[in-house]
């Protein structure tokens, strides 16, 4: 008789991986491990390690990962200003790696051969948990329930517990299905799937409602050091702290809802509503900053790439060897993006009222529209018309073709000799 497989859960308490870790004992042979990361669920973890080893599971590990979340992961994308399709703060994607990272980490210390996790064949977290995971051990196996087992719906899942005696809260109604962490909460699914819809009022768990927020502005400011965020109002902070406080002050003035149809990575568009108050108010303060700081061509440089760096966020590659140049050339940027933002909080806005570095390459001598000694606007002229040179070879080469196809070289020579003259 051979010996039973060890596989380690990613568990969460839901429904679900409930049910997972039932089957996986009772149909798969299997000894469970359970693994839970904390990434700022809260409440969410209370009671859990009972449950797991209740239900059966051989051991549980709950691992505070919380500063690893924010400081190696929510961070570097802050740095790199990376937003999914003009909203997404990436909040989901950005837990996934550190989750597929202490998966890889539990089964190589529990000598587990298999991973497994409750994602749908039809979501963008199956890619983000595989991918990492193979990236960082080949020789992983891994158990996807939802894309083997015949169950196809929620209630399947609710009657299988019935039908096992496993204890969940879940009901049949699905309002929506809720990812929370320190970085954002997100919602999808249930009677958000008709993007005409408009999420119910009380659905929100980190912001007030924009429409209920204070009466009063409320002014907020944000220092960074080479990139990273290290005092909010003078007081410095960890990285929790920090993304903590900023959740706060934001969550208080409804700021950081969003409202999306995005495209996922296997090619079906979803539509998500997230709330992001303190990635919201970092992301801004950032921008800010290195307005003042970065060179020009170097900031243009880094934005061209900002795109792709995002997309390797949102479809987990982040252990790819292409997301570990993007990486190190995000943080080679970041040096000296060292200053100060003051954004003011309203009603679910937040804007840049001010900006301050010690470095700055704004110089106001230059900047002035009044009298100044330090720039000749004469010079502008000749800038300009070196600037236009191609624009006036194309337009002339392009007109010759028009009027004398035949001899078009000679033609436009003619032209550009009269404007050089004149």
Not at 77 to 88: D, K, L, W
């Amino acid at each position: 008789m051979s010996a039973r497989k060890k596989v380690v859960l990613a568990y969460s308490g839901g429904l679900d991986t409930s049910v997972m870790l039932h089957w996986l004992q009772a149909t798969q042979d299997c000894d469970v491990v359970c693994m839970t990361a904390d990434l700022g669920q809260g409440e969410e973890l209370d009671g859990l390690r009972e449950k797991a080893l209740g239900s059966g599971a051989v051991a549980i590990h709950i691992l505070d990962l919380r500063d690893t979340f924010v400081r190696d992961y929510v961070f570097p994308s802050i740095m790199a200003n990376a937003v999914y399709e003009g909203y997404y703060l990436l909040g989901t994607s950005l837990a996934r790696p550190p989750i597929a990272k202490a998966l890889v980490e539990v089964a190589v210390a529990e000598d587990a051969q298999a991973i497994s996790h409750g994602a749908t064949g039809k979501g963008n977290d199956q890619v983000r948990f595989e991918l990492g995971a193979y990236c960082l051990k080949p020789d992983i196996q891994v158990i996807a329930p939802w894309r083997t087992w015949p169950y196809r719906s929620r209630s399947d899942l609710i009657q299988y517990c019935r039908d096992h005696a496993i204890p969940v809260t879940a009901t049949a109604a699905k309002p929506y299905s809720i990812d929370r962490n320190l970085l954002h909460s997100s919602y999808e699914g249930g009677i958000l799937e008709d993007p005409w819809a408009a999420p119910p009022d009380d659905m929100f768990k980190l912001t007030v409602d924009p429409r209920l927020a204070p009466d009063a502005a409320e002014d907020v400011e944000i220092e960074f050091e080479d990139g990273v965020p290290v005092t909010v109002n003078g007081q410095r902070l960890g990285p929790v702290e920090m993304l903590t406080r900023c959740n706060d002050l934001g969550g208080k003035h409804g700021v950081g809802r969003v409202d999306l149809v995005e495209n996922r990575y296997v090619g079906i568009k979803s539509r998500g509503v997230y709330e992001t108050p303190g990635g919201t108010l970092l992301y801004h303060a950032h921008r800010a900053v290195e307005s003042l700081v970065l060179d020009r061509e170097v900031m243009a440089l880094r934005d061209g790439l900002v795109p792709n760096f995002t997309r390797l966020i949102y479809n987990g590659y982040w252990f790819s060897p292409e997301m570990q140049l993007m990486l190190g050339f995000m943080r080679s940027v970041q040096k000296g993006v060292s200053g100060v933002a003051r954004l003011r909080l309203y009603k679910g806005n937040a804007w840049v009222t001010g900006r301050k570095a010690r470095n700055s390459l704004y110089n106001p001598e230059y900047s002035t529209f009044e009298a100044d000694k330090v720039y000749n606007q004469a010079d502008a002229d000749g800038f300009i018309k070196l600037n236009a040179l191609r624009l006036k070879l194309n337009t002339y080469r392009d007109r010759a073709m028009l009027d004398n196809p035949t001899d078009a070289v000679a033609s436009a020579m003619t032209e550009m000799r009269k404007d050089f003259i004149e």
